[in-house]
């Protein structure tokens, strides 16, 4: 069974820094990129990064120059790292696992994790 466990988050002022990580389980990982997802309240969830396991990374337009992803691949892990938080940042943010299948893509979720930004 697939299992995304994200942690990290909590509160900090504008300005201040902030790490996620997640260790995933269950899966042979190598052909999913994985990362975060930001989602407010009433909202789809959006892009905050992606790496792939060959190290290829993706960057939301709201966080590009700020944040930066990592990823162990033997450890099935990935760590986020979020500098020069803005009050735009708050939110839940998920772990993700986009992951091919053949022809499918099929994503899986972590739990979620709150940060808050506060002015």
Known sequence: QVHLADSG?????????LSLDCVGSGYDFTNCRMGWYLQDPGKERKLISLINSDGAVEYGDSVQGRFYISRDNVKNTVHLQMNQLKTEDTGAYFCAARCQRGPSLRTYWGQGTQVTVSA
């Open 9 to 17: 988050g909590g509160s900090v002022q504008a300005g201040g820094s």
